[in-house]
């Protein structure tokens, strides 16, 4: 049981590169999230999916394409990376319809956009 | 707007110490507090709180709401060095998002 698993660890891209962040989860959870974690402002919700096929903007969507792939799997998009995305990405999993609001964290992805 | 202001912002102790973390929010049809340790990497789940006044315990660690105040606080006692972290408060609300504090630091010297 691996819980919540993201690829890759870290990554560099130029200015206006694409590239997608991967996520999968084995606790079948029907929701999951994508965050973004900057230096003193907490997570911030970037996008989320409340079961499988739907999938709703979060705090900060803008230039970021989501999909959820099976109840396993959600990835991130950045289609033109800024340097304003630089950050650490966390991808989280939770039992939404249970009413148990924990979400599990997978271990996160360093980006640094140049 | 939902919001969640969690404070000190970082916080420097010695070891034995005792501490206490304080989140507040403003939230439409509060559904639950949370709180999360996180060290290097992801955050672990430490807390969730739903009742007022009923308090949490797990180890050294304790958390209770206050839904009166719209608050919470965290205490940790005996602090040692392995408490060293980031601690993060979130609230739930009707939208049933989970909406993050900026985190408190904590430092835990020997």
């Known amino acids: 049981n691996a819980g919540v698993t993201q690829t890759p660890k870290f990554q560099v891209l130029k200015t206006g590169q694409s590239m997608t962040l991967q996520c999968a989860q084995d606790?079948?959870?029907?929701?999951m999230y994508w965050y973004r974690q900057d230096p003193g402002m907490g997570l911030r919700l970037i996008y989320y999916s409340a079961s499988e096929g739907t999938t709703d903007k979060g705090e900060v969507p803008n230039g970021y394409n989501v999909s959820r792939l099976n109840k396993r799997e959600f990835s991130l998009r950045l289609e033109s990376a800024a340097p304003s995305q630089t950050s650490v990405y966390f991808c989280?999993?939770?039992?939404?319809?249970?009413?148990?609001?924990?979400?599990?964290f997978g271990p996160g992805t360093r980006l640094t956009v140049l | 707007e939902d919001k969640v202001v969690q404070s000190p912002l970082s916080l420097v102790v010695h070891e034995g110490d005792t501490v206490t973390l304080n989140c507040s929010y403003e939230v439409t049809n509060f559904r639950s507090l949370l709180w999360y340790k996180q060290e290097k990497k992801a955050p672990t789940f430490l807390f969730m709180l739903?009742?007022?006044?009923i308090e949490k315990k797990s180890g050294r660690l304790s958390s209770i709401l206050d839904k009166k105040e719209l608050s919470s606080i965290l205490n940790i006692t005996a602090t040692q060095t392995g408490d060293s972290a980031i601690y993060l408060c979130?609230?739930?609300?009707?939208?049933?998002?989970?909406?993050f504090g900026q985190g408190t630091t904590l430092q835990v010297k020997p």
């Open positions: 979130a609230v739930v609300g009707n939208t049933g998002k989970l909406i």
């Open positions: 739903t009742s007022s006044g």
């Open positions: 989280a999993s939770s039992f939404w319809s249970r009413g148990a609001d924990t979400q599990y």
């Open positions: 606790m079948n959870h029907n929701s």
